[in-house]
């Protein structure tokens, strides 16, 4: 793996996450620094993962061919102007993974048009099974495209978009979507108990079930209407359970939770590209 070294604007879980994966994938701890204002999570982040932590953004910056912003989006304007003036002469590449922050945005609070790639990762990231979408700006070479992708590939599945709008709609699927299957799994195991199972059974019987239901549609070939088809046996239960969900309309109903994800994600989007 690549020896460029690396640096991470925060130290949070995504961070943590990305830096933990990035180290099971064989790259160099001390080819890894983290700046974060919180003594305990320094320590903890140069104890468990052997990384440099420092406590301002501004040291050893130099060093760094690649800088990762993992900070709160509330925050973003204040950190990139600290560290305009430090980038002022060099271009590493920039890749955030700041929700709803648009890359003009961060140019605009950098000073300059660096090469940015935008990440939408998701909170399985933080168990290497994130699904995660990328956009890069026009200033980000072949190069730095297979730079961003080893970072975020090492914590789950990535894609990317061509247009930078895309990545509201990976937010509104993949970024919110862990939600809606812990939904889903929340009220089939409260409806594992009201048919009697006691709530251990329940609960495990339900998370085995979407566990080995994901598994299935990612190891085969065929679409997952395929494999509905193949469980649901003509005049059988699964049938009539299915039923029900038709008779409710779970797909236009689903169609609407996603799009009402979207328009948030652009809401918050267009918020933060207006910020000062």
Not at 5 to 16: D, E, K
Not at 49 to 76: F, I, M
Not at 95 to 110: D, F, H, K, N, Y
Not at 123 to 143: F, K, R
């Amino acid at each position: 793996m690549s020896t460029a070294n690396i640096r991470f604007i925060g130290g949070g879980n995504m961070a943590t996450s990305l830096i933990a994966g990035l180290i099971a994938d064989g790259y160099a701890p001390h080819a890894i620094q983290v700046s974060d204002p919180s003594p305990e999570r320094r320590h903890a982040l140069q104890a468990s993962l052997g990384v440099r932590a420092l406590a301002g953004n501004a040291e050893a910056l130099a060093e760094a061919e690649t800088l990762v912003l993992c900070v709160k989006p509330q925050l973003a304007a204040s950190v990139c102007a600290e560290l305009a003036p430090l980038l002022a002469d060099r271009r590493p590449l920039i890749v955030s993974v700041m929700a709803g922050v648009p890359e003009q945005t961060i140019q605009r609070w950098l000073g300059a048009p660096l090469p940015i790639v935008r990440a939408m990762p998701n909170t399985p990231a933080m168990v290497q099974t994130g699904a995660i979408g990328l956009h890069a700006s026009p200033e980000v070479d072949t190069e730095g495209r297979n730079r961003a992708e080893t970072i975020l590939r090492a914590v789950g599945l990535v894609r990317w978009v061509e247009d930078e709008s895309h990545i509201d709609a990976v937010t509104a699927i993949s970024g919110s979507g862990p939600a809606y299957f812990f939904l889903f799994m929340e009220a089939l195991e409260q409806a594992a108990i009201e048919l009697g199972l006691d709530g251990e059974t329940a609960r495990l019987l339900t998370i085995q079930t979407a566990l080995g239901a994901a598994k299935m549609a990612m190891e085969s070939a065929d679409p997952p209407a395929r494999l509905r088809e193949q469980v649901t046996s003509p005049g059988g239960t699964t049938e009539r359970a299915l039923a029900v969900f038709d008779e409710a309309d779970l797909r236009a109903l689903v169609e609407r939770a996603a799009r009402a994800a979207l328009d948030r994600a652009v809401e918050l989007s267009k918020t933060l590209s207006e910020a000062p």
